[in-house]
């Protein structure tokens, strides 16, 4: 590589990354980590109890029993819940039937509490207290809405 050459190429590399660190940060990209599930195959199955919703910002899952936003939370190690007691009173735990089996991108964890926790791509799946069909609490602290999917 010339000299003349080496600058051009030291550019495009720092072009190219702080692009990759924008589309991180706009959710363009799948994030890692404990980061909320981007993207989804909705193709797959997925559990009895949860609904697939097309809305205006793409597809989305809800709990079927009251079309109930789900959320998932960045505090939660992959596989596990860490919300419990006073938390689990307002970030209610989508509990997995007696029956229920995985299916899809769909998991179940076992609770500190002993019960069988619907999880998303390893991710714990929750429901708020005050949620409606209408409204959602949105973002609050760790807990996210689960995205839209295209």
């Known amino acids: 590589m010339s000299h003349a050459a080496a600058p051009v190429s030291w550019i495009y590399g720092t072009i190219g990354a702080m692009?990759?660190?924008?589309?991180?940060?706009s959710g363009a990209a799948e994030p890692h980590g404990n980061s909320i599930p981007r993207t989804a195959n909705i193709n797959l199955p997925y559990p009895g109890q949860i609904d697939l919703e097309q809305e205006s910002g793409g597809w989305?899952?809800?709990?079927n029993q009251n079309e109930l936003p789900l959320y998932m939370s960045t505090a939660?190690?992959?596989?596990?819940?860490?919300?419990?007691?006073?938390?689990?009173?307002?970030?209610l735990p989508v509990i997995a039937?007696?029956?229920?089996?995985?299916?899809?991108?769909?998991?179940?964890i076992v609770r500190a509490d002993g019960q069988r926790q619907w999880a998303f791509?390893?991710?714990?799946?929750?429901?708020?207290?005050?949620?409606?069909s209408?409204?959602?609490?949105?973002?609050?602290?760790?807990?996210?809405?689960m995205p839209h999917f295209h």
């Open 19 to 25: 692009c990759l660190a924008l589309a991180e940060a």
């Open 60 to 63: 989305t899952y809800r709990l």
């Open 76 to 91: 939660d190690p992959a596989g596990k819940s860490s919300c419990t007691d006073a938390c689990a009173k307002k970030w």
């Open 97 to 108: 039937e007696a029956s229920a089996k995985p299916i899809g991108d769909w998991t179940i």
């Open 121 to 132: 791509k390893d991710h714990a799946v929750y429901t708020h207290v005050n949620d409606s």
């Open 134 to 145: 209408e409204h959602a609490t949105g973002v609050s602290g760790s807990f996210h809405l």
